[in-house]
Protein backbone atom coordinates (compact mmCIF):
# COMPACT_ATOMS: atom_id res chain seq x y z
CA UNK A 1 0.00 0.00 0.00
CA UNK A 2 1.66 3.30 -0.94
CA UNK A 3 2.13 6.53 1.26
CA UNK A 4 -0.47 8.88 -0.65
CA UNK A 5 -2.90 6.02 -0.45
CA UNK A 6 -2.72 6.07 3.23
CA UNK A 7 -2.87 10.35 3.65
CA UNK A 8 -5.66 10.91 1.25
CA UNK A 9 -7.80 12.31 3.94
CA UNK A 10 -7.04 13.65 7.28
CA UNK A 11 -9.96 13.22 10.08
CA UNK A 12 -10.51 11.43 12.62
CA UNK A 13 -11.34 8.23 11.06
CA UNK A 14 -7.77 6.99 11.98
CA UNK A 15 -8.65 3.07 11.24
CA UNK A 16 -10.03 3.94 7.70
CA UNK A 17 -6.94 6.11 6.91
CA UNK A 18 -4.74 3.08 7.57
CA UNK A 19 -6.42 0.92 4.87
CA UNK A 20 -6.01 1.44 0.97
CA UNK A 21 -9.62 2.93 0.08
CA UNK A 22 -8.76 4.26 -3.39
CA UNK A 23 -11.33 2.03 -5.32
CA UNK A 24 -14.04 4.16 -3.40
CA UNK A 25 -13.35 6.89 -5.54
CA UNK A 26 -13.47 4.56 -8.22
CA UNK A 27 -17.01 3.06 -7.81
CA UNK A 28 -19.42 3.39 -10.97
CA UNK A 29 -22.15 2.49 -9.27
CA UNK A 30 -22.86 -0.78 -11.26
CA UNK A 31 -24.59 -2.54 -8.41
CA UNK A 32 -22.98 -5.11 -8.76
CA UNK A 33 -22.16 -5.74 -4.79
CA UNK A 34 -25.75 -5.49 -4.72
CA UNK A 35 -27.63 -7.80 -6.90
CA UNK A 36 -25.31 -9.15 -9.83
CA UNK A 37 -27.09 -9.81 -12.99
CA UNK A 38 -24.21 -12.24 -13.82
CA UNK A 39 -25.29 -15.93 -13.79
CA UNK A 40 -22.86 -16.74 -11.00
CA UNK A 41 -24.27 -15.80 -8.20
CA UNK A 42 -28.31 -16.50 -9.60
CA UNK A 43 -31.01 -13.77 -9.80
CA UNK A 44 -31.22 -13.40 -6.17
CA UNK A 45 -28.66 -11.19 -4.86
CA UNK A 46 -24.97 -10.89 -4.15
CA UNK A 47 -24.78 -9.34 -0.89
CA UNK A 48 -25.80 -11.70 2.02
CA UNK A 49 -27.84 -9.04 3.68
CA UNK A 50 -29.65 -8.08 0.41
CA UNK A 51 -32.74 -9.96 0.73
CA UNK A 52 -33.68 -9.57 4.84
CA UNK A 53 -32.66 -6.12 5.29
CA UNK A 54 -34.69 -2.79 4.57
CA UNK A 55 -33.31 -1.88 1.70
CA UNK A 56 -31.58 1.14 2.24
CA UNK A 57 -27.95 1.55 0.46
CA UNK A 58 -26.06 1.66 3.75
CA UNK A 59 -26.91 -1.75 4.22
CA UNK A 60 -25.11 -3.13 1.07
CA UNK A 61 -21.48 -2.22 -0.28
CA UNK A 62 -22.42 0.25 -2.86
CA UNK A 63 -23.67 2.37 -0.09
CA UNK A 64 -21.31 1.80 2.58
CA UNK A 65 -18.60 2.93 0.64
CA UNK A 66 -20.63 6.18 -0.16
CA UNK A 67 -20.82 6.48 3.22
CA UNK A 68 -17.39 6.47 4.20
CA UNK A 69 -16.90 8.38 1.57
CA UNK A 70 -18.71 11.21 3.03
CA UNK A 71 -17.19 10.55 6.19
CA UNK A 72 -14.01 11.12 5.20
CA UNK A 73 -14.77 14.12 3.27
CA UNK A 74 -16.93 15.73 5.96
CA UNK A 75 -20.23 15.67 4.48
CA UNK A 76 -21.74 13.20 6.84
CA UNK A 77 -21.21 13.13 10.63
CA UNK A 78 -21.26 9.37 12.18
CA UNK A 79 -24.65 8.15 14.44
CA UNK A 80 -25.55 5.54 16.29
CA UNK A 81 -28.06 4.78 13.56
CA UNK A 82 -25.00 4.42 11.31
CA UNK A 83 -23.25 2.30 13.50
CA UNK A 84 -26.12 -0.09 13.78
CA UNK A 85 -26.31 -0.20 10.39
CA UNK A 86 -22.86 -0.91 9.74
CA UNK A 87 -23.58 -3.64 12.15
CA UNK A 88 -25.93 -5.47 9.94
CA UNK A 89 -23.24 -6.75 7.75
CA UNK A 90 -21.83 -10.33 7.70
CA UNK A 91 -18.22 -8.88 6.18
CA UNK A 92 -18.75 -11.95 4.55
CA UNK A 93 -16.51 -10.63 1.23
CA UNK A 94 -18.80 -11.32 -1.69
CA UNK A 95 -19.19 -7.78 -2.68
CA UNK A 96 -15.56 -8.12 -2.51
CA UNK A 97 -15.94 -10.39 -5.25
CA UNK A 98 -17.79 -8.62 -7.66
CA UNK A 99 -17.07 -5.71 -7.53
CA UNK A 100 -14.62 -4.34 -10.67
CA UNK A 101 -12.49 -2.31 -8.44
CA UNK A 102 -11.44 -5.31 -6.09
CA UNK A 103 -10.92 -8.11 -8.61
CA UNK A 104 -7.67 -9.12 -9.57
CA UNK A 105 -6.92 -9.67 -13.19
CA UNK A 106 -4.56 -12.51 -12.84
CA UNK A 107 -6.84 -14.79 -10.33
CA UNK A 108 -9.43 -13.97 -12.62
CA UNK A 109 -8.35 -14.74 -15.57
CA UNK A 110 -8.46 -10.98 -17.13
CA UNK A 111 -11.50 -9.80 -16.62
CA UNK A 112 -11.03 -6.82 -14.63
CA UNK A 113 -12.24 -4.09 -16.06
CA UNK A 114 -9.65 -1.97 -14.22
CA UNK A 115 -5.70 -2.92 -14.64
CA UNK A 116 -5.76 -2.88 -10.80
CA UNK A 117 -4.92 -6.05 -8.06
CA UNK A 118 -6.96 -6.03 -4.84
CA UNK A 119 -7.05 -2.35 -4.34
CA UNK A 120 -9.32 -2.74 -1.67
CA UNK A 121 -11.09 -5.19 0.50
CA UNK A 122 -14.30 -4.40 1.30
CA UNK A 123 -14.53 -6.53 4.42
CA UNK A 124 -11.49 -5.30 6.05
CA UNK A 125 -12.81 -1.64 5.24
CA UNK A 126 -15.74 -2.65 7.14
CA UNK A 127 -14.24 -3.63 9.78
CA UNK A 128 -12.12 -0.58 10.19
CA UNK A 129 -14.92 1.91 10.13
CA UNK A 130 -16.56 -0.27 12.85
CA UNK A 131 -12.78 0.38 14.82
CA UNK A 132 -13.59 4.12 14.26
CA UNK A 133 -17.00 4.20 15.45
CA UNK A 134 -16.07 1.87 18.79
CA UNK A 135 -13.21 4.83 19.01
CA UNK A 136 -15.58 7.84 18.32
CA UNK A 137 -18.04 6.12 21.60
CA UNK A 138 -20.71 4.60 19.66
CA UNK A 139 -22.26 1.36 21.05
CA UNK A 140 -22.15 -2.28 20.18
CA UNK A 141 -24.98 -4.05 20.28
CA UNK A 142 -26.02 -5.33 23.42
CA UNK A 143 -25.55 -8.81 22.27
CA UNK A 144 -21.85 -7.78 21.28
CA UNK A 145 -22.01 -6.19 24.78
CA UNK A 146 -22.79 -9.56 26.27
CA UNK A 147 -20.13 -11.37 24.26
CA UNK A 148 -17.22 -8.73 24.70
CA UNK A 149 -17.44 -8.92 28.45
CA UNK A 150 -16.90 -12.70 28.82
CA UNK A 151 -13.65 -12.19 26.93
CA UNK A 152 -12.76 -10.06 29.24
CA UNK A 153 -13.46 -12.10 31.97
CA UNK A 154 -13.37 -15.83 31.16
CA UNK A 155 -11.13 -15.27 27.84
CA UNK A 156 -14.13 -16.76 25.74
CA UNK A 157 -17.11 -15.12 24.89
CA UNK A 158 -19.56 -17.87 25.45
CA UNK A 159 -19.83 -17.39 29.52
CA UNK A 160 -17.98 -20.04 30.77
CA UNK A 161 -14.86 -20.76 33.23
CA UNK A 162 -11.87 -21.13 31.27
CA UNK A 163 -11.35 -25.16 32.95
CA UNK A 164 -14.64 -25.58 30.79
CA UNK A 165 -12.37 -25.75 27.37
CA UNK A 166 -10.73 -28.76 28.78
CA UNK A 167 -13.93 -30.92 29.48
CA UNK A 168 -14.72 -32.63 26.29
CA UNK A 169 -11.97 -35.17 27.65
CA UNK A 170 -14.11 -36.30 29.87
CA UNK A 171 -15.94 -37.79 26.54
CA UNK A 172 -13.24 -38.92 25.35
CA UNK A 173 -9.36 -39.45 26.81
CA UNK A 174 -7.09 -38.06 23.87
CA UNK A 175 -2.95 -39.25 23.92
CA UNK A 176 -2.68 -35.97 23.14
CA UNK A 177 -1.16 -34.02 25.88
CA UNK A 178 -2.92 -31.26 27.99
CA UNK A 179 -0.40 -28.65 27.96
CA UNK A 180 -2.50 -26.74 30.49
CA UNK A 181 -0.97 -29.52 33.11
CA UNK A 182 2.51 -29.39 31.51
CA UNK A 183 3.77 -28.26 28.80
CA UNK A 184 5.49 -31.04 27.24
CA UNK A 185 7.16 -31.97 23.87
CA UNK A 186 4.72 -31.95 21.09
CA UNK A 187 4.70 -31.89 17.01
CA UNK A 188 1.32 -30.29 16.80
CA UNK A 189 -0.83 -28.16 19.12
CA UNK A 190 -4.52 -28.68 18.34
CA UNK A 191 -6.08 -25.10 19.11
CA UNK A 192 -9.74 -26.20 19.52
CA UNK A 193 -11.35 -22.49 19.91
CA UNK A 194 -14.61 -21.92 21.75
CA UNK A 195 -17.51 -22.62 19.74
CA UNK A 196 -16.15 -26.33 19.63
CA UNK A 197 -15.13 -26.88 22.77
CA UNK A 198 -18.04 -24.74 24.88
CA UNK A 199 -20.80 -25.47 22.55
CA UNK A 200 -22.16 -29.04 24.63
CA UNK A 201 -23.72 -30.08 21.41
CA UNK A 202 -20.80 -29.67 19.02
CA UNK A 203 -17.70 -30.97 21.26
CA UNK A 204 -17.74 -33.70 18.77
CA UNK A 205 -15.95 -31.87 16.76
CA UNK A 206 -13.49 -31.48 19.01
CA UNK A 207 -13.58 -35.18 19.77
CA UNK A 208 -13.51 -36.60 16.40
CA UNK A 209 -10.46 -33.99 15.52
CA UNK A 210 -8.56 -35.85 18.45
CA UNK A 211 -9.73 -39.40 17.45
CA UNK A 212 -8.28 -38.59 13.90
CA UNK A 213 -4.96 -37.39 15.40
CA UNK A 214 -4.57 -40.00 17.73
CA UNK A 215 -5.74 -42.73 14.84
CA UNK A 216 -2.82 -40.85 12.89
CA UNK A 217 -0.08 -41.28 15.39
CA UNK A 218 0.60 -37.47 15.62
CA UNK A 219 2.42 -36.37 18.74
CA UNK A 220 0.13 -33.28 19.16
CA UNK A 221 -0.99 -31.19 22.38
CA UNK A 222 -3.85 -29.17 23.26
CA UNK A 223 -4.15 -25.86 25.81
CA UNK A 224 -7.30 -26.66 27.35
CA UNK A 225 -7.78 -24.50 30.34
CA UNK A 226 -5.35 -21.69 29.23
CA UNK A 227 -6.43 -21.49 25.81
CA UNK A 228 -7.28 -17.74 24.98
CA UNK A 229 -9.91 -17.07 22.22
CA UNK A 230 -8.26 -16.17 19.07
CA UNK A 231 -10.33 -12.10 19.00
CA UNK A 232 -11.93 -13.25 16.16
CA UNK A 233 -15.06 -11.17 17.34
CA UNK A 234 -12.82 -8.68 18.77
CA UNK A 235 -11.81 -7.89 15.29
CA UNK A 236 -14.89 -8.16 13.72
CA UNK A 237 -16.60 -5.88 15.86
CA UNK A 238 -13.55 -3.17 15.47
CA UNK A 239 -12.64 -3.48 19.59
CA UNK A 240 -8.58 -3.81 18.25
CA UNK A 241 -6.89 -2.76 21.44
CA UNK A 242 -8.43 -5.83 23.06
CA UNK A 243 -8.18 -7.51 19.73
CA UNK A 244 -4.20 -6.67 20.02
CA UNK A 245 -4.56 -7.88 24.23
CA UNK A 246 -5.61 -11.27 23.19
CA UNK A 247 -3.37 -11.33 19.91
CA UNK A 248 0.29 -10.44 22.01
CA UNK A 249 -0.67 -13.49 24.56
CA UNK A 250 -1.53 -15.80 22.31
CA UNK A 251 1.78 -15.00 19.96
CA UNK A 252 3.73 -15.65 23.11
CA UNK A 253 2.03 -18.96 23.64
CA UNK A 254 2.58 -20.22 20.19
CA UNK A 255 6.03 -19.12 19.54
CA UNK A 256 6.86 -20.61 23.25
CA UNK A 257 5.98 -23.99 22.16
CA UNK A 258 7.58 -23.37 19.23
CA UNK A 259 11.05 -22.75 20.96
CA UNK A 260 11.08 -24.75 24.22
CA UNK A 261 8.55 -27.90 23.08
CA UNK A 262 9.46 -28.48 19.34
CA UNK A 263 5.26 -27.59 18.06
CA UNK A 264 5.69 -26.64 14.41
CA UNK A 265 2.43 -26.58 13.31
CA UNK A 266 -1.00 -24.91 14.88
CA UNK A 267 -4.17 -26.17 13.52
CA UNK A 268 -7.75 -25.40 14.07
CA UNK A 269 -11.04 -26.80 13.61
CA UNK A 270 -12.61 -23.33 13.37
CA UNK A 271 -12.67 -20.97 10.17
CA UNK A 272 -12.59 -17.52 12.22
CA UNK A 273 -9.80 -19.12 14.54
CA UNK A 274 -8.08 -19.88 11.59
CA UNK A 275 -8.52 -16.57 9.45
CA UNK A 276 -7.49 -15.06 12.20
CA UNK A 277 -4.08 -16.41 13.11
CA UNK A 278 -2.99 -17.25 9.95
CA UNK A 279 -4.68 -13.54 8.62
CA UNK A 280 -4.83 -11.53 10.58
CA UNK A 281 -1.80 -12.06 13.25
CA UNK A 282 0.58 -11.26 10.75
CA UNK A 283 -1.03 -8.42 9.67
CA UNK A 284 -1.08 -6.85 12.65
CA UNK A 285 2.51 -7.97 13.86
CA UNK A 286 4.10 -4.77 14.18
CA UNK A 287 1.65 -4.21 17.10
CA UNK A 288 1.67 -7.92 18.43
CA UNK A 289 5.20 -7.21 18.12
CA UNK A 290 6.11 -10.87 16.47
CA UNK A 291 4.60 -13.13 13.79
CA UNK A 292 3.11 -16.79 14.66
CA UNK A 293 6.44 -19.05 13.97
CA UNK A 294 4.82 -22.60 13.75
CA UNK A 295 2.71 -23.09 10.65
CA UNK A 296 -1.27 -22.80 11.17
CA UNK A 297 -3.20 -24.69 9.35
CA UNK A 298 -6.97 -25.50 9.27
CA UNK A 299 -8.04 -29.46 10.65
CA UNK A 300 -8.64 -30.32 7.15
CA UNK A 301 -5.83 -29.07 5.11
CA UNK A 302 -4.11 -31.68 7.54
CA UNK A 303 -5.71 -34.05 7.97
CA UNK A 304 -5.31 -34.18 3.87
CA UNK A 305 -1.59 -33.92 4.58
CA UNK A 306 -1.75 -37.08 6.93
CA UNK A 307 -3.59 -38.64 4.10
CA UNK A 308 -1.61 -37.88 1.42
CA UNK A 309 1.24 -38.78 3.77
CA UNK A 310 0.18 -42.49 4.26
CA UNK A 311 -0.73 -41.85 8.33
CA UNK A 312 -4.26 -41.96 8.34
CA UNK A 313 -5.99 -44.42 6.17
CA UNK A 314 -10.05 -43.75 5.31
CA UNK A 315 -11.05 -46.99 4.30
CA UNK A 316 -14.52 -47.31 5.79
CA UNK A 317 -17.03 -46.70 3.38
CA UNK A 318 -19.60 -43.65 4.33
CA UNK A 319 -22.09 -44.09 1.60
CA UNK A 320 -23.74 -40.64 1.47
CA UNK A 321 -24.93 -37.46 -1.00
CA UNK A 322 -23.10 -34.42 0.52
CA UNK A 323 -23.18 -31.32 0.00
CA UNK A 324 -20.43 -28.84 1.30
CA UNK A 325 -20.44 -25.46 2.55
CA UNK A 326 -17.47 -22.67 1.97
CA UNK A 327 -16.96 -20.31 5.27
CA UNK A 328 -16.37 -17.07 4.21
CA UNK A 329 -13.33 -17.07 6.36
CA UNK A 330 -12.01 -20.41 5.32
CA UNK A 331 -13.19 -19.43 1.50
CA UNK A 332 -13.22 -15.94 -0.04
CA UNK A 333 -11.04 -14.64 3.32
CA UNK A 334 -8.08 -17.25 3.15
CA UNK A 335 -8.71 -18.41 -0.45
CA UNK A 336 -9.22 -22.55 0.60
CA UNK A 337 -11.87 -23.79 -1.75
CA UNK A 338 -10.08 -26.99 -2.69
CA UNK A 339 -8.66 -28.96 -0.08
CA UNK A 340 -11.71 -29.26 1.94
CA UNK A 341 -12.99 -30.75 -1.50
CA UNK A 342 -10.19 -32.61 -1.91
CA UNK A 343 -10.41 -34.49 1.29
CA UNK A 344 -13.95 -35.15 1.23
CA UNK A 345 -13.60 -36.88 -2.40
CA UNK A 346 -11.21 -39.21 -0.39
CA UNK A 347 -13.88 -40.70 1.90
CA UNK A 348 -14.86 -43.79 -0.02
CA UNK A 349 -18.75 -43.61 -0.31
CA UNK A 350 -19.45 -40.39 -0.83
CA UNK A 351 -20.76 -38.32 -3.45
CA UNK A 352 -20.18 -34.99 -3.37
CA UNK A 353 -22.74 -32.16 -4.81
CA UNK A 354 -22.27 -28.80 -5.35
CA UNK A 355 -24.84 -25.49 -4.42
CA UNK A 356 -25.13 -23.54 -7.04
CA UNK A 357 -23.68 -20.85 -4.98
CA UNK A 358 -20.10 -22.46 -3.84
CA UNK A 359 -16.68 -21.60 -3.92
CA UNK A 360 -15.64 -17.81 -4.27
CA UNK A 361 -19.69 -17.21 -5.10
CA UNK A 362 -20.54 -19.20 -1.78
CA UNK A 363 -23.50 -17.32 0.41
CA UNK A 364 -22.39 -16.87 3.81
CA UNK A 365 -24.50 -18.82 6.91
CA UNK A 366 -25.34 -15.78 7.76
CA UNK A 367 -23.65 -15.69 11.36
CA UNK A 368 -20.50 -14.13 10.46
CA UNK A 369 -19.31 -10.15 11.26
CA UNK A 370 -21.16 -9.91 14.73
CA UNK A 371 -24.23 -10.65 13.01
CA UNK A 372 -25.76 -13.75 15.10
CA UNK A 373 -24.97 -12.07 18.29
CA UNK A 374 -26.05 -8.48 17.20
CA UNK A 375 -29.33 -9.29 14.65
CA UNK A 376 -30.30 -12.91 15.61
CA UNK A 377 -33.41 -12.95 13.74
CA UNK A 378 -30.94 -11.53 10.62
CA UNK A 379 -28.78 -14.55 10.90
CA UNK A 380 -31.54 -17.45 11.18
CA UNK A 381 -33.28 -15.98 8.22
CA UNK A 382 -30.11 -15.45 6.06
CA UNK A 383 -29.35 -19.21 7.33
CA UNK A 384 -33.04 -20.80 6.21
CA UNK A 385 -32.38 -19.67 2.66
CA UNK A 386 -29.18 -21.12 2.82
CA UNK A 387 -30.11 -24.27 4.47
CA UNK A 388 -32.68 -24.71 1.21
CA UNK A 389 -30.06 -24.44 -1.71
CA UNK A 390 -28.24 -27.19 0.45
CA UNK A 391 -31.59 -29.21 0.45
CA UNK A 392 -32.16 -28.51 -3.33
CA UNK A 393 -29.25 -30.49 -4.20
CA UNK A 394 -30.27 -33.75 -2.84
CA UNK A 395 -27.77 -34.04 -0.29
CA UNK A 396 -28.87 -36.05 2.95
CA UNK A 397 -26.07 -34.06 4.76
CA UNK A 398 -24.82 -30.38 4.80
CA UNK A 399 -21.06 -30.23 5.80
CA UNK A 400 -19.05 -27.57 6.66
CA UNK A 401 -15.42 -26.39 8.53
CA UNK A 402 -16.88 -24.04 11.06
CA UNK A 403 -18.53 -24.49 14.35
CA UNK A 404 -19.86 -21.37 13.88
CA UNK A 405 -21.23 -21.86 10.37
CA UNK A 406 -22.47 -25.21 11.98
CA UNK A 407 -24.35 -23.46 15.17
CA UNK A 408 -25.90 -21.24 12.60
CA UNK A 409 -27.19 -23.48 10.10
CA UNK A 410 -29.11 -25.51 12.88
CA UNK A 411 -31.36 -22.69 13.41
CA UNK A 412 -32.35 -22.82 9.69
CA UNK A 413 -32.53 -26.93 9.49
CA UNK A 414 -35.08 -26.50 12.56
CA UNK A 415 -36.82 -23.13 10.81
CA UNK A 416 -37.70 -25.18 7.95
CA UNK A 417 -38.20 -28.23 9.17
CA UNK A 418 -35.39 -29.77 6.85
CA UNK A 419 -34.68 -33.60 6.98
CA UNK A 420 -30.90 -32.31 6.42
CA UNK A 421 -27.95 -33.69 8.67
CA UNK A 422 -25.65 -30.89 9.48
CA UNK A 423 -22.16 -31.41 11.01
CA UNK A 424 -17.96 -30.81 10.15
CA UNK A 425 -16.46 -32.67 7.89
CA UNK A 426 -14.02 -34.27 10.19
CA UNK A 427 -16.45 -36.30 11.91
CA UNK A 428 -16.95 -38.09 8.15
CA UNK A 429 -13.04 -38.26 8.33
CA UNK A 430 -13.27 -39.57 11.88
CA UNK A 431 -15.97 -42.76 10.26
CA UNK A 432 -14.08 -43.06 7.45
CA UNK A 433 -10.49 -43.66 9.07
CA UNK A 434 -12.13 -46.31 11.72
CA UNK A 435 -11.47 -44.32 14.40
CA UNK A 436 -15.69 -44.12 15.35
CA UNK A 437 -18.32 -46.36 14.27
CA UNK A 438 -20.56 -45.35 11.01
CA UNK A 439 -23.61 -45.43 13.81
CA UNK A 440 -22.13 -42.38 15.26
CA UNK A 441 -23.60 -40.43 12.05
CA UNK A 442 -27.05 -41.26 12.94
CA UNK A 443 -26.33 -39.02 16.54
CA UNK A 444 -24.77 -36.28 15.05
CA UNK A 445 -25.90 -33.16 13.37
CA UNK A 446 -29.04 -31.26 14.01
S1 LIG B 1 -19.57 -8.09 3.19
FE1 LIG B 1 -21.31 -9.45 2.62
S2 LIG B 1 -23.04 -8.73 3.89
FE2 LIG B 1 -21.47 -7.11 3.93
S3 LIG B 1 -22.01 -5.67 2.28
FE3 LIG B 1 -20.55 -7.18 1.40
S4 LIG B 1 -21.85 -8.83 0.50
FE4 LIG B 1 -23.15 -7.60 1.92
S1 LIG C 1 -19.51 -3.50 -7.33
FE1 LIG C 1 -17.88 -2.05 -6.76
S2 LIG C 1 -17.96 -0.52 -8.43
FE2 LIG C 1 -19.92 -1.62 -8.50
S3 LIG C 1 -21.32 -0.41 -7.16
FE3 LIG C 1 -20.39 -2.00 -5.87
S4 LIG C 1 -18.62 -0.94 -4.89
FE4 LIG C 1 -19.23 0.28 -6.74
Redesign the pocket.
Known sequence: MDREARTMYRTKFHNLEQMDIRALTWCMQCGN?INDQRSEVGADG????YDFTPGFEPY??RG?NMVIRALLEGRLEPSQELADAVYM????????HMCHNTWDEIEDGGTASFPIHRVMD??AV?EALRADLVELGFEHRPGHKVLLASVKQNDNPWGQPRRAKADWTRIYEPKGKNLAKKKEKIDVLYYTGCTAALDRTMTDVVISTAQCLDKAGVNWGFLGANEVECGSILMRVGEREEFKRVARHNVKEFNDLYEQYGCRTIITSCAGCFKTIFQDYPEWYEEIGEVVKPEVMHTFDFLLRLVKDGKLTLDHKVNARVTYHDSCHNGRHCGYFETPRELLNEIPGIQLIEMPRNGKNAR?CGAGGGVKSGYGDLATRISLDRVKEAELTGAEFLVNNCPFCEQNFRDGIIGIKSELKNFDSVQLVAVSCGAKPIEALKSLGT
Do not use: P
Open positions: CTCTVYSKCTVCNLCNHAYC
